[in-house]
T-cell receptor, first 111, second 112 residues
Framework: DGGITQSPKYLFRKEGQNVTLSCEQN?????MYWYRQDPGQGLRLIYY???????QKGDIAEGYSVSREKKESFPLTVTSAQKNPTAFYLC??????????FGDGTRLSIL | QKEVEQDPGPLSVPEGAIVSLNCTYS??????FMWYRQYSRKGPELLMY????GNKEDGRFTAQVDKSSKYISLFIRDSQPSDSATYLC????????????FGSGTQLTVLP
């Protein structure tokens, strides 16, 4: 089945540690996105990529980094510079400028 | 002021009720409007997608857009317990390839 796979479902981070969240899609979509969801705040855009080897910062990029080496993959690294990383992270993809489809998220917590 | 305002609820209704969910927005450049449904611990799934002002119906769901008032609604008829979820409105402009702007979501519970 075509879809967006995020892994792991749950992730724990220690102080000073970088962690990487995986997002893979087999929908042949050009664009991919990372959002952060906090209770009562909706979704906020972290980074997005419209094409391989190119990506742009969203509204809350500080403390995060991404790469887009393959069309199918858009991993997100939460660095130690992100002081409040506890949240639900959602990856989405879309054909260019079309509707976004979401994965089932990764819940990140601090140990 | 947020670009998109959505009443967070929570909203509880009895099974079979008509549910009305609403969002207002301030950016007149928004032209595409979406409603997503999100079950607990899952990603949002697209319910409705509209472009123009007016109504769009899909089964028990009707999306309504009033661009003059910058107001969108989602109506759910004959609500079911399986409709219990958080509903997110989202929108973007014609030239915006980058992102959707989301409301904060309304948590709905349909009681059997």
């Amino acid at each position: 089945d075509g879809g967006i796979t995020q892994s792991p479902k749950y992730l724990f981070r220690k102080e000073g540690q970088n962690v990487t969240l995986s997002c893979e899609q087999n929908l042949n979509h050009d664009a991919m996105y990372w959002y952060r969801q906090d209770p009562g705040q909706g979704l906020r855009l972290i980074y997005y990529s419209q094409i391989v080897n190119d990506f742009q910062k969203g509204d809350i990029a500080e403390g995060y980094s991404v790469s887009r080496e393959k069309k199918e993959s858009f991993p997100l690294t939460v660095t130690s510079a992100q002081k409040n990383p506890t949240a639900f992270y959602l990856c989405a993809s879309s054909p260019r400028r079309k509707i976004q489809h979401f994965g089932d998220g990764t819940r990140l917590s601090i140990l | 002021q947020k670009e998109v305002e959505q009443d967070p609820g929570p909203l509880s209704v009895p099974e079979g009720a008509i549910v009305s969910l609403n969002c207002t927005y301030s950016n007149s450049a928004f032209q595409y409007f979406m409603w997503y449904r999100q079950y607990s611990r899952k990603g949002p799934e697209l319910l409705m997608y509209t472009y123009s002002s007016g109504n769009k119906e899909d089964g028990r769901f009707t999306a309504q857009v009033d661009k003059s008032s910058k107001y969108i609604s989602l109506f759910i008829r004959d609500s079911q317990p399986s409709d219990s979820a958080t509903y997110l409105c989202a929108m973007n402009g014609a030239g915006s390839a980058r992102q959707l702007t989301f409301g904060s979501g309304t948590q709905l519970t349909v009681l059997p």
